[in-house]
């Protein structure tokens, strides 16, 4: 198994309120599934596995970066302002897809997902090229990631 990924990652909670049982699904989902499988190569550094912390602070995404027995390696901050669009168009278009699931015909259903996908994958490739100059990481990494950052953003 390589050593350029993530192990353990966990979420700053004090930048979040609450949240309902559908978005703490699609956090441990997305936690789950990119522990299971991610690539995620720190430039410069020879080490990993890693442990990240993601959270927000000072209106930016902060990553902070340990070895697997967390020990502090470096600690990456990312400004939000670019993805504050994608992130409320995202927001709506969730919020579409919910509501039509319980009144919709399944292709209504299924053109608002193609935006839903759409929306998210744009999110996905912006955070893969802010980070790209610092870590590298593959596009299902950059999905996982996009999702959580989401997350962060819901004040409940």
Known sequence: M??????????DERTVVRRNADIEHERKVA????????????IG?????????LGIEDNRLSLAIAAEDETPIERILLPL??????????????ESYFDAIKRL?????EAIDMGRRGLHNEGSTLLQDRLAERIT???STARRLFTLLCVLHIRG
Not at 31 to 42: Q, S
């Open 2 to 11: 390589s050593r350029q990924r993530i192990v353990k990652l966990t979420l």
């Open 31 to 42: 936690i789950f599934d990119l522990l299971e499988e991610n690539t995620f190569t720190l």
């Open 45 to 53: 550094h020879e080490g990993g596995p890693y442990a990240i912390q």
């Open 81 to 94: 302002s670019p993805f504050r669009g994608i992130v409320r168009d995202y927001f709506l278009i969730c």
């Open 105 to 109: 015909s399944p292709m209504q259903i």
């Open 137 to 139: 990481l593959d596009f």
